[in-house]
């Protein structure tokens, strides 16, 4: 079970037309409980409405600033997104639970990077520029960054400030979908943007890793083109916005029902659940306080193992193939296809 802590705002900064970053201020006890690695996330838990609401944001301050602050988009209908970008005030208290998530910069092992990001898709890249930057006077960076127009830009400001400081080793570039922009290209990433900048602009520099965040179509159609460009798959890293729904596994959700057996915190707890149910659901349905964030199938949070039983994820941009093998699952997206299924929490 994830646990969260009461922490006070610091900040609030307008980022975007319709986004804002967030300055958390962690009590010196708590400092430890929220060392981070550039790339990872945390949870943000708000009563609104009279509903206790969770969601998963990415962190985009460096290990090393010391502060630790997420930038937030107001989405269409985002119950959270709406009460942080609209009420949410300096002094207001939230919780927060400590950070967590897969996407993460490994900077010892790497000189030249590059990322893609597109929209909100820059929070956890801007992470790992700014550390690579700062920590590394050999390595360098380069950003090609996906937006509607210059006002939906999060951290331009920024961005522009970082690329005049490090001129010779952050190279950025715009690319907005619907306006013309002096120095920008006209367009959304995609395979032949890719291929404009590694194959040809920087055909002479090496990527040794690159790092994507951003819809699922933008991610499949660079990761192609990187690989057909030499990057290993096994340097492509990537963190979604959403996952697509697997049309196979859902036709393997049945009718029927399991009786779940659940390992959490060291206690033992037993439910009858229907099939066509997710397993979080029913858990949280069930009173069983689980681990959770986003409930997309993109953050792991409600990561689990199966000891007993079968269940099938109907979306899953996280998991390899191995640690599918090995029985772990997004609770969130999961589906008993057995009489009987036993999870557990705490081996993951």
Do not use: W
């Not at 646990?3 to 980022?15: L, S």
């Not at 000189?111 to 920590?135: D, E, H, R, V």
């Amino acid at each position: 079970m994830a646990e969260f802590y009461k922490v006070h705002i610091q900040e609030i900064k307008q980022e975007a037309a319709d986004a804002v970053s967030v300055v958390f201020n962690i009590p010196e006890s708590l400092k430890a409980t929220f060392n981070f690695i550039s790339g990872q996330y945390i949870t943000l838990q708000q009563k609104i409405n009279d509903e206790m609401v969770r969601r998963a944001y990415s962190i985009c301050s460096t290990p090393e600033s010391g502060e630790l602050r997420v930038a937030i988009k107001k989405v269409e209908k985002g119950i959270f997104s709406s009460y942080v970008v609209s009420e949410l005030k300096v002094g207001d208290t939230i919780e927060i639970a400590a950070p967590a998530g897969r996407f993460l910069l490994q900077p010892e092992a790497h000189k030249n990077y590059i990322g893609f990001a597109a929209g909100s898709g820059i929070t956890p890249i801007l992470s790992m520029l700014k550390t690579t930057l700062n920590t590394d006077t050999t390595a360098t960076f380069t950003l090609v960054y996906g937006n509607k127009s210059v006002p939906d830009t999060i951290f331009f400001e920024e961005l522009n400030n970082l690329k005049e400081t490090y001129s010779e080793r952050f190279k950025l570039h715009y690319i907005y979908s619907r306006s013309e922009v002096i120095n920008s290209l006209r367009g959304r990433i995609d395979g032949n943007v890719t291929n404009y900048f590694v194959k040809n602009m920087y055909k002479e520099t090496s990527f040794e890793a690159a790092f994507l965040c951003g819809p699922e179509e933008m991610i499949k159609n660079v990761s192609k083109a990187l690989e057909s460009n030499k990057i290993p798959k096994e340097k492509i890293h990537f963190e979604l916005f959403t996952a697509t729904v697997d049309t196979d596994k859902v036709a393997q959700v049945k009718e029927g029902t399991t009786e779940v057996t659940v390992l959490l915190d060291d206690e033992v707890h037993t439910f009858t659940m229907e099939q066509t149910d997710d397993i979080l659901a029913a858990n949280l349905r069930n009173n069983i306080d689980a681990p959770y964030s986003c409930q997309g199938g993109v953050c792991s949070s409600c990561l689990a193992k199966v000891t007993e039983g079968k269940a099938v994820m109907v979306k899953n941009s996280i998991l390899t193939d191995s640690e599918i093998e090995d029985g772990l699952i997004l609770t969130c997206q999961a589906h008993p296809i057995t009489a009987k299924l036993t999870i557990d929490f705490d081996d993951v």
